[in-house]
């Protein structure tokens, strides 16, 4: 299974971009990559994830890189509401389900 | 809106007891799935279902059991609690797309 590597923590002001970076470089070629993230006292809520091409959604965009070994979710102008725990995982096939293997993350300070 | 509830939100029970935490999802949603959460080990996946009546072992299963009797509801077992399961219980379901998790379940074993 691959497993992914993140900063511990990380901080960035109100209006500007969070730019979370993650590694992955035991990737396999069929293994996706997810980003989640965990509010104080809430479970983990899905963001976005990618295989090999750079994803855009309503809450962030993914950049993935041309050797699939790291990626980077970023958030375009961050609020205050953003501060969470951010959790970049490797999707891991389990017979006719999958289980996703959270690390640590990374947590997200957003300052006014 | 769609949801992954959990029974409880807070429980504190005594040593030796047997505790039921229960979670439903009105998804429809194949795959069931139990985690732990406690303070710098993240989230760790004890048990996971991917059908009624199926199951497999996460990465820290041992002092639990499950149970998937019907699709939409999914129990974690702790035969015999002890103070080092004292945690943050959290249910998912999920498909294809990704997960939806549950508030948690807070335990105290006292």
């Known amino acids: 299974d691959a497993k992914t590597t993140q900063p511990t923590s990380m901080d960035c002001a109100e209006g500007r971009a969070a730019n979370l970076p993650c590694n992955h470089s035991t990737i396999s070629g069929n293994e996706y990559v997810y980003w989640y993230r965990q509010i104080h006292s809430q479970g983990p809520q899905y963001i976005i994830h990618?295989?090999?091409n750079n994803e855009t959604n309503e809450m962030a965009s993914l950049i993935i890189t041309e050797d699939r070994k790291s990626s980077t979710l970023i958030l375009p102008h961050a609020t205050l509401r953003d501060t969470a725990v951010y959790y970049c995982?490797?999707?891991?096939?389990?017979?006719?389900?999958?289980?996703?293997?959270f690390g640590k993350g990374t947590s997200l300070l957003v300052t006014p | 809106d769609v949801k992954v509830t959990q029974s409880s939100r807070y429980l504190v029970k005594r040593t030796g007891e047997k505790v039921f935490l229960e979670c439903v999802q009105d998804?429809?949603?194949?795959?069931m799935f139990w985690y732990r959460q406690d303070p710098g080990l993240g989230l760790r996946l004890i048990y996971f279902?991917?059908?009624?009546?199926?199951?497999e072992k996460g990465d820290i299963p041992e002092g639990y059991s499950v149970s998937r009797e019907k699709k939409e509801r999914f129990s974690l077992i702790l035969e015999s609690a002890s103070t080092n399961q004292t945690s943050m219980y959290l249910c998912?379901?999920?498909?294809?797309?990704?997960?939806?998790f549950g508030s948690g379940t807070r335990l105290t074993v006292v």
């Open positions: 995982i490797v999707r891991v096939d389990k017979n006719s389900g999958y289980a996703l293997n």
């Open positions: 998804m429809d949603h194949e795959n």
């Open positions: 998912a379901s999920s498909n294809l797309r990704g997960y939806t």
């Open positions: 279902s991917y059908d009624v009546k199926m199951k």
């Open positions: 990618g295989l090999k």
